[in-house]
């Protein structure tokens, strides 16, 4: 166990859908488990993390939001101010909350310098003071190599992570994926690489007290699960669920998400009332419950949607997001190629194409799933520790399946 006093703040700017919300909280919640003492503060982008249930020792700063449009363009999402005005104010209030707190670590997701480097003058202030440790959290995918090696560079990327950064955790298993070789690590940022391991979770199991599908009043079929993470670009998805021909005994349910457009949304609701095998919700903070209860899945391919499908143990079909970046389908294509789960572009996708998923998904568990590494969320307090005691080097003896490089460096973002 770590000291009990110690304080964690991660950061993430949260532009689209809830993965960085909730990956945050499981780490938030991994570390608190191993230090109940802890106190860990959250710095989001989105005020829909706040509909989170927070762990004991763990609240939540939002930020003013950004959103990002289908062109990865960034603009207020819903301040009527300009986008400079915005960053202004998101950066001050980073550094004030920081300060003010004097993290002993902070964990940085995915963008080394914050989003058009809003973190800069944070990380400046704390390499003067010389008492937080500083974490570069990854995703084991970001994006296609070349898009990748192209943004790092142009955002002085490496020389940010050399300048701030004691190490970098990858949340992912390099047999599935391999930053340091995709994106062409520099030695340097390569010797600050641990690989953690995804970060799988718990899924409860089955309780017929309190199934979350018994409102169908369908109890003897199947249950399939739809979800389409955020929900701002799952329309597609969504729809052609709706659409789809469900054994006559099974029940359907959909969750659309908070980011879905509320007309989209309204019509998605209205096409479900003639059907009464199907249910649609708005939004879950849990959807490892009706994972529990599922016995096949569709759904978008977010890196957190895809750790509970890994987790679950259900027949997964995933139709990933293809643009603007291209990291679902890589994860999505990756994963079909060991046996995980299944995949379909979004070009293939029609009802009849779900339909005969559907009926030939096996209710199994993939037996090549367990050759991916889903340990993360154990490994992380033994890797934060480490950290703490400047001992990067070592933290391959946590566990032969913890792939650790070594030691300090990192770079910037549009």
């Not at 249930?53 to 939002?62: I, R």
């Not at 209030?93 to 995915?110: E, R």
């Not at 480097?117 to 070349?146: F, K, M, N, S, V």
């Not at 701002?232 to 980011?259: C, H, K, W």
Request: proline residues 6%; hydrophobic residues 40%; contains cysteine.
């Amino acid at each position: 166990m770590l000291n009990s006093s110690l304080k964690i703040a991660l950061y993430s700017h949260d532009t689209l859908g809830l993965g960085h919300i909730r990956r945050n909280l499981a780490i938030a919640q991994s570390l608190i488990d191993a230090n109940p003492k802890a106190a860990v503060l959250m710095i989001a982008g989105a005020h829909e993390a706040g509909a989170f249930k927070m762990p004991k020792g763990v609240d939540c700063l939002t930020l003013p939001a950004l959103a990002k449009d289908d062109n990865g363009i960034y603009e207020p999402r819903t301040l009527g101010v300009a986008r400079s005005d915005l960053l202004a104010l998101r950066a001050n209030t980073i550094q004030a909350a920081i300060g003010a707190f004097a993290p002993d670590i902070l964990i940085v997701d995915k963008v080394p310098s914050g989003v058009f480097g809003e973190l800069l003058p944070t990380l400046e202030a704390l390499r003067q003071r010389r008492h937080t440790r500083l974490i570069l959290g990854l995703r084991e995918i970001l994006d296609e190599a070349e898009t990748v090696h192209r943004e790092w560079e142009n955002g002085s990327y490496e020389a940010i992570i050399q300048r701030y950064y004691d190490a970098i955790w990858i949340y992912g298993d390099p047999r599935v994926y391999d930053p340091i070789r995709e994106y062409r690590f520099s030695p340097q940022t390569a010797a600050k690489v641990c690989y953690t391991g995804y970060l799988g979770r718990q899924i409860p199991g089955a309780d017929s007290t309190a199934d979350p599908f018994d409102t169908l009043s369908l109890q003897t079929g199947a249950r399939i699960l739809c979800m389409v993470g955020g929900g701002q670009d799952g329309e597609l998805v969504a729809r052609t669920f709706l659409q789809t021909t469900l054994p006559s005994n099974a029940t359907g349910m959909l969750i659309t998400g908070p980011y879905m457009p509320a007309d989209v949304h309204r019509n998605l609701q209205s096409e479900a009332t003639d059907k009464p095998q199907f249910q649609v919700l708005t939004f879950v903070t849990e959807p490892e419950r009706l994972l529990g209860y599922a016995d096949r899945v569709i759904a978008m391919g977010g890196y957190n949607t895809v750790c509970e499908l890994l987790s679950s143990g259900k027949p997964a079909l995933v139709v990933p997001r293809v643009k603007p970046r291209r990291e679902q389908l890589i994860r999505a294509e990756r994963l079909a190629q060991l046996g995980a789960l299944d995949y379909m572009h979004p070009d293939a996708v029609t009802p009849a194409a779900f339909t005969s998923w559907i009926g030939r998904a096996k209710i199994s568990a993939c037996r090549q799933r367990r050759e991916i590494d889903l340990d993360g969320l154990k490994r992380l307090p033994g890797l934060l520790q480490h950290v703490m005691q400047g001992n990067r080097r070592n933290a391959r003896s946590l566990d032969n399946l913890a792939s650790c490089s070594g030691a300090a460096q990192l770079p910037a973002y549009r």
